[in-house]
């Protein structure tokens, strides 16, 4: 069976019953947590971010629609304004996905795995010279520009799928990657 018929399974069975979100929890979290990490740059502040992206999908699941756009995509896009949101404000207030998760009786369990995978990857950014300095040289690009590279270097996810998330044309994407590379260029240059 396709990841798309999968999903469109999970998505079917959340929205006749809430329980059911968890099976979608499980399988995106950490997806959608590191593109959230390459973009924020913070653990902390990720886990934040993921939770309020989960809970909003959790929310709009009844809205979702497989024709529009694969639900890998629909995560990312809610993954996407939020962080969006984040960079707007500045001052992020998360609501707490595990008391929401409580309210409908669904609990997702804990994973000592999810957290030795943050561990990892704080560490990994702390002591990163390289990955520092490209994030640095990054967050000086609109977000615009952030979000493509993002997704298509360090996701690895293809023009095609890059369209889906955000809602743009294939041409505009590969424009936009290739802006965002000379732009980079030019602050690497300085």
Do not use: C
Not at 67 to 80: K, N
Not at 123 to 142: C, G, H, R, S, W
């Amino acid at each position: 069976m396709r990841n798309d018929e999968i999903d469109k399974q999970l998505v079917e069975r959340a929205k006749s019953d809430p329980i059911y979100f968890a099976e979608i929890f499980d399988k995106y979290y950490n997806l959608i947590l590191r593109y959230i990490i390459h973009r924020i740059g913070d653990i902390e502040v990720s886990k934040d971010i993921a939770a309020e992206t989960f809970y909003k999908a959790l929310n709009k699941i009844s809205t979702y629609h497989p024709t529009t756009a694969p639900f890998s995509a629909w995560l990312y896009r809610i993954a996407s304004n939020e962080i969006n949101y984040f960079f707007r404000r500045k001052k992020y207030e998360p609501v707490s996905l595990d008391s929401s998760l409580k309210e409908i009786n669904l609990q997702i369990p804990s994973s000592i795995d999810i957290e030795n995978e943050l561990i990892a990857a704080q560490e990994m950014i702390d002591n990163n010279k390289k990955y520092q300095m490209a994030k640095e040289m990054l967050y000086k690009l609109p977000e615009k520009y952030q979000e493509v590279l993002v997704l298509r270097f360090m996701e690895d996810l293809k023009i095609v799928e890059i369209s889906r998330i955000l809602g743009k044309s294939e041409g505009t994407v590969k424009s936009l990657i290739s802006r965002g590379i000379d732009k980079l260029k030019k602050i690497l240059n300085k």
